[in-house]
């Protein structure tokens, strides 16, 4: 995390292997418009322009809906965004590393604001789950994608 996120009262961060490649699990994440259709937290997601630095996202989750900035977009390996929802400043940071077996895929979160300063602890216990559980549908998603490739693959060609 950078000087601003380091600032932020509630952080947390989460990781996992996932049995795909990093390029497996990129095409999962950076296609934001089908977040719907792996999680279920998400009702809706749209991406104005293309997945670049300063393209703005919205997504419908839990209580709210969240319009966010990209702020960094380096694929295969980085995806972060800022928002706000309800009075909170929220930021994610998804950091993809290749590894022998397949990829470690890193989150790091945070909130910010006065709300955030107030509840501290319930926030910040609700943001590990969160980031937890984005972690864990994503790993079944990127898993399964490549499952199914592979398993077309074996036995094609002429």
Do not use: Y
């Amino acid at each position: 995390m950078g000087a601003k996120e380091a600032r932020d009262p509630i952080r947390a961060q989460a990781e996992t292997e996932v049995a795909a490649s990093d390029r497996d699990v990129w095409g999962v994440l950076a296609d934001i418009e089908g977040w719907p259709s792996w999680n279920p937290a998400v009702r809706d997601a749209v991406l104005d322009g293309s997945l670049e630095v300063g393209a703005h996202v919205h997504f419908a989750t839990g209580p709210g809906k969240m319009s966010c900035r990209l702020l960094e977009v380096d694929a295969p390996r980085s995806l972060a965004w800022s928002g706000r929802l309800l009075g909170l400043g929220h930021r994610q940071v998804w950091r993809l590393q290749p590894r022998p077996e397949g990829c470690l895929v890193t989150l790091d979160g945070s909130m910010s604001g006065p709300i955030a300063r107030l509840f501290k602890g319930r926030l910040g216990r609700q943001l590990r789950r969160d980031l937890h559980a984005w972690l864990q549908l994503l790993k079944l998603e990127a898993e399964s994608r490549a499952s199914e490739a592979r398993e077309g693959g074996e036995g094609s060609g002429p």
